[in-house]
């Protein structure tokens, strides 16, 4: 099983921009798809986008349509997600994850730390 480590989270304005990062253990990483998820307190964890192997596909939820950006790079082990336009509602733990076939789903009952990303208004 891959171990995650994410980091790039930070207090941001609104309408302001972070880029998180996801450093991945092991030589397997380049096989799975992944994603990012988030959980604000008081709700339940959320699926904010998602990226196929390869990085030619990729997913996002309604809510970060056009405003987030999953990329990957391989070679470094490590998985992107660009947050532009932030809004207030942003604010949550941001977690990334391997992902099944169905890329909403995360693939392991396991979580790392994540990042925390607040978006002040």
């Known amino acids: 099983q891959v171990q995650l480590v994410e980091s790039g989270g930070g207090l941001v304005q609104a309408g302001g921009s972070l880029r998180l990062s996801c450093v991945a253990s092991?030589?397997?990483?380049?096989?799975?798809?992944m994603g990012w998820f988030r959980q604000a307190p008081g709700k339940e964890r959320e699926f904010v986008a998602a990226?196929?192997?390869?990085?030619?596909?990729?997913y996002s939820a309604d809510s970060v349509k056009n405003r987030f950006h999953i990329s990957r790079d391989n070679d470094k082990n490590t998985l992107y997600l660009q947050m532009n336009s932030l809004k207030s509602e942003d604010t949550a733990r941001y977690y990334c994850?391997?992902?099944?076939?169905?890329?909403?789903?995360?693939?392991?009952?396991?979580w790392g730390q994540g990042t925390q990303v607040t978006v002040s208004s």
């Open positions: 092991g030589r397997t990483f380049s096989t799975y798809p």
């Open positions: 994850a391997v992902v099944t076939s169905d890329y909403d789903v995360p693939a392991f009952d396991s």
């Open positions: 990226i196929n192997w390869s990085g030619g596909s990729t």
